[in-house]
């Protein structure tokens, strides 16, 4: 595959093109190219920008989030232009959101020392081992996060500001013990009903149709019976893990590949290093340290007094084991340079400052055995060889798919895949593979469809390819009278049983309102036994919005159930169960319910009074 590359890069057509990007660069500049159209500010909040990327990353995150939580559904609504629109833009209002807050706390006086922000790095569980902060933890963590010491530090301190505002507010909140009681009575009280369900499922079996009836209703709801258009659909799909299951590898060439990747299962030589940090340009502060050091002073007592490395100094200055292209390259190339155990450097600038760095121990690299690495050797040769020969075919099926575009057949002898065909289909019922939106918008192309010709060759996965004909097609038709007619009855019988459920329950609740059962009676019914809801039944919407019955007598009321029956209620009884061992509860869900409140009137305040821009493209 590289070979590949090499060769299209030294061709004409790419040195033409590389030329013709080049003196955009000179004409328009580079700044334009990395600028994007609009900028690297995604918006500005007063005086203070929200980059671009920062955004970005706070999108991606929130995607990811979302997609962990909802799945398929959610990769279904991202489909949707205008969803993605909206759902980036709720991103970009909620980091705005953040630094008003930011911004308001600032302007109230509240800070954040950094005595509190080591002092919390240090209690944070996520760097902890064995209920102790360790070194090595915190900086994988970080650095898997994306985090420098400093940033992370900042996003500390500007989370903490922003939830002492929050605080605040909700210390200002407070409920009335007669307002929990009401509360707490409004949310526990029950209803004491019977009911009498109208099966639909009867009323419809019960339904008397004519054939006139039959034809009306087919007259009047041509919709119901209409057949999309359809189309029969052939293709050819090409997969690099398709091709994979065919590779077979020998053991001589797992031994080739081993012998010449041997650093790959190889571990990195590992130094177990101590510092002493001084932050800034101050050499002379530094260097005193450094003559303390050589006058044999101990190295862990000075780096718990003077190093400024946040993380650190509390160890003795350990950063635990490091192995290259980790760390500063400054500080790499001195810690790397040392030849002894307990040897320590002199000065070493980097980017944080000025260093002095001590070795600890040494571990050195160490192979993995063969027998070890196997399967993985065996797995990477497999992926080698399917991926270079789905290259190789996608290239031919592009290649000859365009050259003979009234068939298939060519193209498929060509990359040695079948051709498969599909019935008739719409876009409701295509195979999964045919509903990627690409896909269906190239059956769709008057090209493809009208004219028969193949499609583009197009990527439904990565490495994973299609090529599509349209063999016929079958138009949008109201079906016959005849094909639908079992279809057409059924639905007629279920709006007439429906009909006749709902006419008879309100047949039923306005002679029970009378005091009247001569209905009730006539069709045999019933109600059934006592039962108390809450407000998590399914009725509860009906029920609870219900006339509070008189002693010893009964209100009513029809409804539906979540199968589409008619239910008549008995409401009997309303009850109030006040049990005092929810307040607790309920009162603190009432705080936070007057704090959110709040925080978005202090918001609606804070956005009326800032100038805000949104720079951010609605892509």
């Known amino acids: 595959m590289m070979e590949r590359i090499r060769e299209g890069v030294n061709s004409i057509a790419?040195?033409?093109?590389?030329?013709?990007?080049?003196?955009?660069?000179?004409?328009?500049?580079?700044?334009?190219?990395?600028?994007?159209?609009?900028?690297?500010?995604?918006?500005?909040?007063?005086?203070?920008?929200?980059?671009?990327?920062?955004?970005?990353?706070?999108?991606q995150n929130e995607r990811n989030r979302m997609q962990s939580q909802l799945g398929d559904y959610f990769s279904t609504l991202l489909g949707d232009p205008s969803y993605?629109?909206?759902?980036?833009?709720?991103?970009?209002?909620?980091?705005?959101?953040?630094?008003?807050?930011?911004?308001?706390?600032?302007?109230?006086?509240?800070?954040?020392?950094?005595?509190?922000?080591?002092?919390?790095?240090l209690e944070m569980p996520q760097f902890q081992n064995d209920g102790k902060f360790d070194q090595d933890i915190y900086q994988a963590t970080l650095r898997r996060a994306g985090f420098s010491a400093d940033s992370f530090a900042e996003y500390l301190r500007r989370d903490l500001v922003r939830n002492q505002l929050l605080s605040a507010l909700q210390g200002s909140e407070f409920t009335l013990p007669s307002e929990i009681e009401l509360q707490s009575k409004l949310l526990t009280q029950t209803r004491d009903i019977k009911t009498l369900t109208l099966s639909l499922a009867d009323f419809s079996k019960k339904a008397q149709i004519t054939d006139e009836e039959i034809q009306k209703y087919y007259e009047e709801?041509?919709?119901?019976?209409?057949?999309?258009?359809?189309?029969?659909?052939?293709?050819?799909?090409?997969?690099?893990?398709?091709?994979?299951?065919?590779?077979?590898?020998?053991?001589?060439?797992?031994?080739?590949?081993?012998?010449?990747?041997?650093?790959?299962?190889?571990?990195?030589?590992?130094?177990?290093v101590s510092h002493i940090l001084v932050q800034g340009d101050d050499e002379a502060k530094a260097q005193a340290i450094l003559d303390e050091l050589n006058a044999g002073a101990d190295f862990a007592t000075l780096a718990k007094e003077k190093s400024e490395d946040i993380g650190s100094s509390e160890e003795g200055g350990s950063l635990g084991w490091i192995e290259r292209d980790v760390m500063d390259p400054a500080f790499?190339?001195?810690?790397?340079?040392?030849?002894?155990?307990?040897?320590t450097t002199g000065l070493v600038k980097s980017d944080f400052g000025y260093h002095i760095i001590k070795l600890d121990a040494i571990k050195?690299?160490?192979?993995?055995?063969?027998?070890?690495?196997?399967?993985?050797?065996?797995?990477?040769?497999?992926?080698?060889?399917?991926?270079?020969?789905?290259?190789?075919?996608?290239?031919?099926?592009e290649k000859v798919a365009f050259e003979y575009p009234d068939s298939l057949d060519d193209a498929a002898k060509a990359v040695n895949q079948k051709v498969v065909t599909t019935d008739f289909i719409s876009q409701v019922d295509a195979p999964e593979i045919l509903k990627t939106p690409a896909v269906?918008?190239?059956?769709?192309?008057?090209?493809?469809?009208?004219?028969?010709?193949n499609s583009e060759v197009m990527e439904v996965a990565p490495e994973h390819i299609i090529v599509v004909r349209v063999d016929d097609v079958r138009e949008q038709t109201v079906l016959p009278l005849e094909e639908v007619k079992e279809q057409v009855e059924t639905q007629l019988a279920k709006v007439k049983g429906e009909q006749a459920a709902m006419d008879l329950g309100v047949q039923l609740v306005n002679e029970l309102k009378e005091g009247k059962q001569d209905a009730l009676q006539a069709n045999n019914l019933s109600f059934g036994e006592l039962e108390a809801i809450d407000r998590s039944s399914p009725l509860a919407g009906t029920v609870f919005a219900m006339t509070k019955p008189a002693e010893n007598a009964a209100t009513y009321a029809q409804t539906k159930d979540m199968e589409g029956n008619i239910v008549v209620v008995e409401l009997t009884k309303v009850a109030s169960e006040y049990n005092e061992a929810y307040n607790e509860q309920i009162g603190a869900q009432m705080e936070r319910e007057a704090t959110q409140q709040d925080l978005a009137s202090v918001l609606s305040i804070l956005r009326k009074n800032t100038d805000i821009e949104y720079l951010l493209d609605a892509e």
């Open 221 to 272: 709801n041509p919709g119901q019976f209409t057949r999309p258009e359809q189309v029969k659909v052939a293709y050819i799909e090409l997969s690099a893990q398709a091709l994979k299951d065919q590779v077979k590898v020998t053991d001589d060439e797992v031994q080739k590949y081993y012998d010449e990747h041997l650093d790959k299962y190889s571990t990195s030589e590992q130094r177990e």
């Open 14 to 59: 790419v040195k033409i093109i590389l030329g013709l990007i080049i003196l955009s660069f000179v004409f328009a500049g580079v700044g334009s190219y990395i600028a994007g159209g609009i900028g690297n500010t995604a918006a500005k909040v007063g005086n203070v920008e929200i980059g671009r990327g920062e955004f970005e990353q706070a999108y």
């Open 440 to 453: 269906m918008q190239a059956i769709q192309s008057p090209e493809v469809k009208e004219d028969g010709l």
């Open 84 to 121: 993605v629109a909206s759902f980036r833009k709720s991103v970009l209002d909620r980091m705005i959101n953040d630094v008003l807050l930011e911004q308001h706390a600032e302007s109230l006086g509240l800070r954040i020392s950094d005595a509190q922000i080591r002092q919390m790095i």
């Open 332 to 343: 790499e190339e001195a810690a790397f340079a040392l030849k002894n155990v307990g040897d």
């Open 364 to 397: 050195a690299s160490e192979s993995k055995p063969l027998a070890e690495v196997k399967d993985e050797i065996i797995a990477e040769l497999k992926d080698q060889v399917a991926v270079d020969e789905f290259y190789n075919l996608q290239n031919e099926l």
